[in-house]
C-alpha cells in the first residue's frame, strides 16, 4: 500500500514524465488516454463551469489532467474540478492539490471500471467534496452524489449547483445533446 508521498515520488521519475497516475486505496493506477467523444464531454462541462466560476470570481477550474490529494491512500485526477477561492486562496502551480476539490466531475468513459468511479464517489465525499457528478454519455445520465445521498438526471433535465454553485444551472442538453 503506496502513501501520497510515495506516490509522488514515483510520479516525478523521468520515465514517468509522460504519463499520468492516479492513486486508489493505496495502489498506483495509470490513468489511460481519454476517448476524444468522452474528452470532448469533459470539455463541454468544463466550460459551463468555468465560464460560471469567472463570472462570479468563485475560484479555480481544473480538467482531466489536474489531480487532487484526496487522503493518504488516494489521489485522483477528475474529468473536471472546481475548488473555491475560501477553501483554497492561493492555487498551487505544481504537483498534486493538497486539497480535495468542492467539485469533482467524473466522466464515465469505455476506460473506467464502474468499481472504481463508485470507489472514488464514496471517497470524495468522505475528504471534504462537497459533490461529485458522475456523467455517463452512454445512457445520457448524470448522478449528483453528496453527503447527503444522491440522485440522477437526464438529458431533460437542468443540473442546479445547489450550495456548491449557488446558481449555477445546466440544461444536460447541452452536454448530451
Do not use: W
Not at 495509470?30 to 470532448?40: I, N, Q, T, V
Amino acid at each position: 500500500m503506496k502513501t501520497i508521498t510515495v506516490f509522488e515520488k514515483f510520479c516525478q521519475l523521468p520515465e514517468n514524465s509522460e504519463r499520468y497516475f492516479e492513486l486508489i486505496d493505496g495502489e498506483i493506477v495509470e490513468k489511460l488516454m481519454a476517448y476524444p467523444y468522452y474528452s470532448e464531454k469533459a470539455a463541454r462541462i468544463s466550460r459551463y463551469i468555468l465560464g460560471f466560476v469567472d463570472e462570479h470570481s468563485l475560484g479555480y477550474v481544473t480538467g482531466e489532467l489536474a489531480g487532487y490529494r484526496i487522503s493518504e491512500q488516494n489521489a485522483f485526477m477528475p474529468d473536471v474540478a472546481f475548488i473555491s477561492k475560501e477553501r483554497q486562496p492561493e492555487f498551487p502551480e505544481t504537483g498534486y492539490n493538497p486539497v480535495p476539490p468542492d467539485l469533482a466531475v467524473e466522466v464515465v468513459s469505455p476506460t473506467d471500471s464502474y468499481k472504481d468511479v463508485a470507489k472514488k464517489v464514496r471517497t470524495y465525499l468522505q475528504n471534504d467534496t462537497r459533490m461529485v457528478l458522475v456523467f455517463e454519455p452512454e445512457t445520457e445520465t448524470v448522478t449528483v452524489h453528496t453527503l447527503d445521498g444522491q440522485y440522477t438526471l437526464d438529458i431533460n433535465d437542468t443540473f442546479d449547483g445547489g450550495d456548491v454553485l449557488p446558481g449555477f444551472k445546466l440544461p444536460l442538453n447541452k452536454i448530451f445533446g
